[in-house]
């Protein structure tokens, strides 16, 4: 699933930033903070050093001399409080600009009750102005499938 999710976010991320350079990895074996390192984009953030999360794929923005993450998580059954509770934690820490987590199978029958009858979208706040993205990745489109976001109304 990392090959194909991390080509249509680099793609996404192109997209929604035309003016900056992109990059995109699969980070999943890493922690964060070494990943910045290696690649040198670790003088774009003073706090790099408390990156010590390992976030599945691993987006970086950058224009002229600023940068900014991006995250997506990935995971291959259904989506449950758990997996949305350490890409919560992870966004805390680092702030990214997108964290968006997806499955293929979509999201469990109590994240369903959560968000979709009880409607806690608060819970998804990792910033007063950013919140994460729950979607089901479409494998035959190889992206997300818009019908599936939570929250509803959220654009990608």
């Known amino acids: 699933m990392y090959p194909h999710v991390c080509r249509w976010f680099k793609n996404f991320l192109e997209g929604r930033f035309k003016d900056s350079s992109i990059n995109v990895d699969d980070t999943s074996k890493k922690v964060l903070s070494k990943w910045l390192v290696e690649k040198g984009y670790h003088k774009y953030f003073k706090d790099y050093q408390t990156y010590e999360i390992r976030v599945d794929i691993s987006g970086l923005i950058q224009k002229g001399e600023n940068a900014r993450?991006?995250?997506?998580?990935?995971?291959?059954?259904?989506?449950?409080?758990?997996?949305?509770?350490?890409?919560?934690?992870?966004?805390?820490?680092?702030?990214?600009?997108?964290?968006?987590?997806?499955?293929?199978?979509?999201?469990?029958?109590?994240?369903?009750?959560?968000?979709?009858?009880?409607?806690?979208?608060?819970?998804?706040?990792?910033?007063?102005?950013?919140?994460?993205?729950?979607?089901?990745?479409?494998?035959?489109?190889?992206?997300?499938?818009?019908?599936?976001?939570?929250?509803?109304?959220?654009?990608?």
Request: charged letters at 20%; one cysteine or more.
């Open 69 to 156: 993450l991006a995250f997506v998580e990935c995971k291959l059954s259904r989506i449950t409080l758990r997996d949305l509770s350490q890409l919560l934690g992870y966004s805390k820490v680092a702030i990214p600009s997108f964290s968006i987590i997806l499955s293929p199978k979509g999201i469990s029958r109590s994240m369903n009750l959560l968000f979709n009858i009880s409607r806690r979208n608060d819970i998804l706040y990792y910033s007063p102005d950013k919140h994460i993205i729950i979607g089901t990745w479409s494998e035959t489109r190889q992206e997300i499938d818009p019908s599936s976001i939570i929250p509803k109304g959220s654009r990608l």
